[in-house]
T-cell receptor
Framework: TQLLEQSPQFLSIQEGENLTVYCNSS?????LQWYRQEPGEGPVLLVT?????EVKKLKRLTFQFGDARKDSSLHITAAQPGDTGLYLC???????????FGKGTRLSVIA | DTEVTQTPKHLVMGMTNKKSLKCEQH?????MYWYKQKAKKPPELMFV???????INESVPSRFSPECPNSSLLNLHLHALQPEDSALYLC??????????FGQGTRLTVV
């Protein structure tokens, strides 16, 4: 069974600070997704990374896929209250196997 | 169009009621999913449809009955639910296990 360990589980920071969320596994994934979810809403796909060592940027968010495709990180620069939410990583494999989700990181950015 | 539409957004039902949740996507995705999400937890996979055929049933009780009338629609029929079935029910669609696009969810309360 593939597992994704996400850390930290909870994070509360002041506006303007930087943070990094980690997603680690002992298994190789063909792709890695990051989602952000607000209470009562569905997860929104932020990015998909597929190549080992790949780095993608989305405004203040930087996503990295590990060289061995077993881990990923999400770095937020100068966090804002609007970044508050549940961040989920999910690993994908080829074929029709469903995504494997991490347990999520609950981020709270205080103004 | 990367939209997955779920209806209704909120549903309150009694334990003897029969109701249905509906999901629609027009992205041409051939994989569609139902997830259940309890508060402060990641989504839990319930069912996977691939090319309109049920490919994965994660040991879900028979009071939940999925249906895929065509490649764009996915239903979840509910009957004789229990209060512990109250949760956010999420529909998603995707291609070959690489990523999933989620709907906004249906907040279900069983009374």
């Amino acid at each position: 069974t593939q597992l994704l360990e996400q850390s930290p589980q909870f994070l509360s920071i002041q506006e303007g600070e930087n943070l990094t969320v980690y997603c680690n596994s002992s298994s190789v994934f063909s792709s890695l997704q990051w989602y952000r979810q607000e209470p009562g809403e569905g997860p929104v796909l932020l990015v998909t990374v597929v190549t080992g060592g790949e780095v993608k940027k989305l405004k203040r968010l930087t996503f990295q896929f590990g060289d061995a495709r077993k881990d990923s990180s999400l770095h937020i620069t100068a966090a804002q209250p609007g970044d508050t939410g549940l961040y989920l990583c999910a690993g994908g494999n080829s074929g029709n196997t469903p995504l494997v989700f991490g347990k999520g990181t609950r981020l709270s950015v205080i103004a | 169009d990367t939209e997955v539409t779920q209806t209704p957004k909120h549903l309150v039902m009694g334990m003897t009621n029969k109701k249905s949740l509906k999901c629609e996507q027009h992205m041409g995705h051939r994989a569609m999913y139902w997830y259940k999400q309890k508060a402060k937890k990641p989504p839990e996979l319930m069912f996977v449809y691939s090319y309109e055929k049920l490919s994965i049933n994660e040991s879900v009780p028979s009071r939940f009955s999925p249906e895929c009338p065509n490649s764009s629609l996915l239903n979840l029929h509910l009957h004789a639910l229990q209060p512990e079935d109250s949760a956010l029910y999420l529909c998603a669609s995707g291609t070959r296990g690489t990523e999933a696009f989620f709907g906004q969810g249906t907040r279900l309360t069983v009374v």
